[in-house]
């Protein structure tokens, strides 16, 4: 599986964006996805992730109620939509895989597979 997010860009304080992680191969649906961020000059911390089944999402305190998470199996794409975006949401994005024979919990940074990034910026 190969990952490619797209759909982050520039929006104003209040909008929103949705973006998009296609992945590539035929077990997308094998995998749990998670979506990471990373501010300039700040570690990269967990946003969302949902499990394999999409039965499951998890939210990070700082996007819970604002966002959410959801895959499309036939597309092999998970998504992130925010609302009401806040200038400290600016960083880059990154979606990561990870099989669902994994323990670990949704919030770890141990992920398979991640993809290259997309770029959010929220101006005041």
């Known amino acids: 599986v190969q990952l490619v997010e797209s759909g982050g860009g520039l929006v104003q304080a209040g909008g929103s964006l949705r973006l998009s992680c296609a992945a590539s191969g035929r077990t997308f649906r094998d995998y749990s996805m998670g979506w990471f961020r990373q501010a300039p000059g700040k570690e990269r911390e967990f946003v969302a992730a949902i499990n394999w089944s999409g039965g499951s999402t998890y939210y990070a305190e700082s996007v819970k109620g604002r966002s959410t998470v959801s895959r499309d199996d036939a597309k092999n794409t998970v998504y992130l939509e925010m609302n009401s975006l806040k200038p400290e949401d600016t960083a880059v994005y990154y979606c990561?895989?990870?099989?669902?024979?994994?323990?670990?919990?949704?919030?770890?940074?141990?992920?398979?597979?991640w993809g290259q990034g997309t770029l959010v910026t929220v101006s005041s």
């Open positions: 990561a895989a990870r099989h669902r024979r994994s323990t670990r919990p949704p919030t770890s940074m141990i992920y398979d597979l």
